[in-house]
């Protein structure tokens, strides 16, 4: 099994600034990507931002580019979400998910941590 851990959340006001971080942990694995997800009350989970593990590449939604930064401690298997210029429409639940096997989907999730961003 492969456990996520997330930490970082809080309260901000817009216009601030947020690390957020995931940690794995649990049996040996290579993560082929990890990614960031969000869901706000009311609201589908919508993809955040992504990481490949052995190229590096990024991606990120149109909502947050420019915005949101994800890199990755490979030796700690930790991948990192940088968000500034928070807005309020950022507040929502932050997940993590890992991609344990080449050519497969997120298979492992974490639990969250709550963003908020007030106005």
């Known amino acids: 099994q492969v456990q996520l851990v997330e930490s970082g959340g809080g309260l901000v006001q817009a216009g601030g600034s947020l690390r957020l971080s995931c940690a794995a942990s649990?049996?040996?694995?290579?993560?082929?990507?990890m990614g960031w997800f969000r869901q706000a009350p009311g609201k589908e989970r919508e993809f955040v931002a992504a990481?490949?593990?052995?190229?590096?590449?990024?991606s990120y939604a149109g909502s947050v580019k420019g915005r949101f930064t994800i890199s990755r401690d490979n030796a700690k298997r930790t991948v990192y979400l940088e968000m500034n210029s928070l807005k309020p429409e950022d507040t929502a639940v932050y997940c993590c998910?890992?991609?344990?096997?080449?050519?497969?989907?997120?298979?492992?999730w974490g639990q969250g941590t709550q963003v908020t961003v007030s106005s």
């Open positions: 649990g049996r040996t694995f290579s993560p082929y990507a």
């Open positions: 998910a890992v991609v344990t096997t080449r050519g497969g989907s997120y298979d492992y």
């Open positions: 990481i490949s593990w052995s190229a590096n590449s990024t």
